[in-house]
Each structure stands twice: as structure tokens, then as C-alpha cells.
């Protein structure tokens, strides 16, 4: 199955959360109990530099499990260190037995900030 393809905007400078469930051609969540994930924000697909890396359980992905929820929270420094512009992105997962699976992908747009604290 190919990655579903996810475009957001994201507010310079604001916490940014994006909830996902898994599930499977039934419709029926999948249970990612064991498993990791991880995401990554770069300038462009072959630029060596993650912008933003966001990994579970305690760095910023928390999954639960029998759900196939995974809650993707980016914290108001990290989007606020990203500049006006568009970015690519991907969010995979790991089984913990060495499947990798990728489940979005796409761009996320940033939106300047006006107001500066």
C-alpha cells in the first residue's frame, strides 16, 4: 500500500497536532502496539539536514496502540524555527521486527508569523 498523501499548513510559531489512525482495507483500526514512528521535516527530499525530527514515544509521536492512533504534536519553537516557505515530510512507522512502513507524506506549507513574543 502507498503512502497517503497529507498537505497542511502550519502556523509559524504555533503548536502544530495532526492525528492519524491506522487502518486497514475494512476500515477497521490496526493495532500498533510495539511498534515506533518517526518524522521528519527537510527543505527538499535529498537535502541531508532534518529540519524537524519527531520520534515516539517522548519526542513529540505518541501511538496507542490498540487504537492505531498516533498523535503528532510540534511544539510552537519548532515550527517556530522553520521560515516561511514549503517543506517535505514523511511519517513511518516500525513494527519493531524490522517493518518499516511508510503512512503519509506531502508538503507542509509554513504560514509567517506576525505577532513575536
Same mark, same amino acid.
Given at each position: #500500500?502507498?503512502?497517503?498523501?497529507?498537505?497542511?499548513?502550519?502556523?509559524?510559531?504555533?503548536? !502544530? @497536532?495532526?492525528?492519524?489512525?491506522?487502518?486497514? $482495507?475494512?476500515?477497521?483500526? +490496526?493495532?500498533?502496539?510495539? %511498534?515506533?514512528?518517526?518524522?521528519?521535516?527537510?527543505?527538499?527530499?535529498?537535502?541531508? @539536514?532534518?529540519?524537524? =525530527?519527531?520520534?515516539?514515544? $517522548?519526542?513529540?509521536?505518541?501511538?496507542?496502540?490498540?487504537?492505531? @492512533?498516533?498523535?503528532?504534536? #510540534? $511544539? =510552537?519553537?519548532?515550527?517556530? =524555527?522553520?521560515?516561511?516557505?514549503? %517543506?517535505?515530510?514523511?511519517?513511518? +512507522?516500525?513494527?519493531?521486527?524490522?517493518?518499516?512502513?511508510?503512512?503519509?507524506?506531502?508538503? !507542509? @506549507?509554513? =504560514?509567517?508569523?506576525?505577532?513575536?513574543?
Amino acid at each position: #500500500m502507498s503512502a497517503a498523501i497529507y498537505n497542511a499548513t502550519i502556523d509559524q510559531g504555533a503548536t !502544530f @497536532t495532526l492525528e492519524v489512525t491506522y487502518k486497514n $482495507s475494512a476500515g477497521a483500526p +490496526i493495532n500498533l502496539t510495539g %511498534y515506533t514512528a518517526a518524522l521528519q521535516v527537510r527543505q527538499n527530499y535529498y537535502d541531508d @539536514t532534518a529540519l524537524v =525530527s519527531l520520534t515516539s514515544p $517522548s519526542n513529540g509521536i505518541v501511538i496507542t496502540g490498540a487504537t492505531g @492512533t498516533i498523535n503528532i504534536t #510540534m $511544539s =510552537s519553537a519548532q515550527t517556530g =524555527s522553520l521560515d516561511e516557505g514549503i %517543506y517535505v515530510y514523511d511519517l513511518e +512507522i516500525n513494527s519493531g521486527g524490522g517493518t518499516i512502513t511508510r503512512l503519509i507524506q506531502g508538503q !507542509f @506549507t509554513v =504560514s509567517p508569523e506576525v505577532t513575536r513574543v
